[in-house]
């Protein structure tokens, strides 16, 4: 059995359109029969996913769903090209898994830092209509529109791990202190330990800067002696990179913060010594309670100069602020844990389809296929010329074989993409 946390998102990314092709005239002083002068659109910029191992979770994607590339400009006269578009980068933890929501196909699987992958092409952009010259038509009234960027719905998985724990008494406030800081709190796949659940959450500091929290529940509690915990647990605990150390200043149910803070270490380095060797920043909670005050100095006398100490109301959220802030620029100054990767993602293949597909529904004649229709979105449907070349394109291509083949006859409808047009012969 595997236990594993999973940080899941769904997002929207776009590619740039391509801008439009141009159709322009060359008309100067000198020059009286001026040949097409219009220059082609700009491609779109791409989406581009790069591996940043500085990230720890998706929590931002929350946040922001929708991902467009910049679109390229259109063409001017005088041959002029309009300007690419900018790619879009977008930046995501390593380890992310990248699927296509309505397929389920995984498209990359980003492990490396810096490593990049192109989830949405900017579509080509249109050309002028100084391309559709021929001998026979030396001033075409004719140019392409931009190709629309690629678009889809996309997937997100990252495999959690636990960069912060949380330890101390039953009732310290850990668990209110986590679901206080928390923008998310990551389903837990496969696992079956009974009385006690482990609590994750991610925090998200700012836009970029997020990490993952665990509560460590019932550890004190004889854990040392196997009781309760799931060891599988524990192994993910292990790879925490600090502790958080939870005390209860308010000294309620008689207990004593100052003693509760050697307990507990005792205890964590009994039962496992890899996690009680982590760096700790004490948390002085409850400080709202009358005695708090009291309890406090007396925490930061015995530990004060050894260790960070926050006092804090997880109920109120005073103090979290600071705290939150300070344990992600400790977590920056920690190594990294590498995170657990998939073995068997492999490399990415992409299947080969077929140019084109012609079906009948209900009487409608359907022709699917990613170039057709990337033709018909390029046309202009108000431009005589450019239908005309669009209705020689699907007979070049083969299309009008196909529809024959499937048995149109004349005034049967035909659509492709969101063009719909009665077939003649
Ligand atoms: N007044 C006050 N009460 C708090 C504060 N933080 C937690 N509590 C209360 O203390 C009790 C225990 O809090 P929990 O967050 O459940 O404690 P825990 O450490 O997660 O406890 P276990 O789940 O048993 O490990 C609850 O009744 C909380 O409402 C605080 O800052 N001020």
């Known amino acids: ?226 009781a309760g915990l799931g060891h599988e647990f524990l192994r993910h605990v292990e790879r925490t990179r600090l502790l958080v150390h939870v005390l209860d200043v308010s000294g309620s149910e008689g207990r004593d913060p100052v003693e509760d803070f050697l307990a507990t270490n005792r205890e964590l380095i009994l039962y496992n010594p890899v996690i009680g060797a982590k760096p700790q920043v004490i948390v002085a909670n409850k400080i709202d309670l009358p005695g708090a005050a009291e309890n406090l100095r007396r925490v930061k006398e015995a530990y004060g100069e050894e260790y960070e100490v926050f006092p804090v109301s997880a109920v109120t959220g005073s103090g979290l602020e600071p705290l939150v802030y300070r344990v992600a620029a400790l977590l920056a100054g920690l190594p990294p844990e590498t995170p657990v990767l998939l073995e068997d993602a492999g490399p990415v293949v992409h299947q080969a389809e077929p140019r084109f597909t012609v079906f009948r529904q209900e009487g409608i004649f359907y022709v699917k296929g990613k170039e057709i229709e990337r033709h018909v979105a390029m046309t202009d449907m108000d431009n005589e010329e450019a239908v005309e070349r669009l209705q020689w394109i699907i007979k070049r291509m083969g299309i009008e074989d196909d529809l024959k083949a499937a048995g149109i006859k004349e005034g049967d409808t035909v659509k492709i993409g969101n063009f719909e047009f009665e077939y003649a012969e």
Request: aromatic share 6%.
């Open 1 to 226: 059995m595997i236990l594993i946390f999973f940080d899941k998102a769904k997002i929207f990314v776009k590619g740039g359109d391509g801008g439009n092709g141009c159709i322009a005239m060359r008309r100067e002083k000198y020059v009286p029969e001026g040949g097409p002068w219009g220059g082609d659109g700009g491609r779109g910029g791409n989406v581009v996913f790069r591996a940043d191992e500085g990230l720890r979770t998706l929590v931002d994607f929350r946040y922001k769903r929708h991902y467009k590339a910049e679109r390229g400009r259109h063409g001017e006269g005088k041959n002029m090209h309009g300007a690419s578009g900018e790619d879009l980068v977008v930046r995501l933890p390593a380890g992310t898994l990248i699927r296509d929501a309505d397929t389920g196909e995984l498209l990359a699987d980003l492990v490396a830092h810096d490593q990049e992958a192109v989830v949405a092409r900017g579509g080509r952009g249109g050309r002028g209509n100084a391309h559709f010259a021929t001998a026979n038509r030396k001033a075409p009234k004719l140019a392409e529109k931009g190709a629309p960027g690629e678009e889809r719905w996309l997937e997100l998985e990252l495999k959690l791990l636990a960069d912060v724990g949380l330890i101390g008494f039953p009732n310290a406030g850990k668990s209110t202190l986590i679901s206080k800081v928390s923008a998310a709190k990551p389903k837990i796949a496969n696992y079956h330990f009974t009385t006690i659940t482990p609590n994750l959450g991610v925090v998200r500091v700012e836009e970029g800067r997020s990490f993952v929290m665990a509560d460590i529940p019932g550890l004190i509690e004889g854990a040392h002696a196997g």
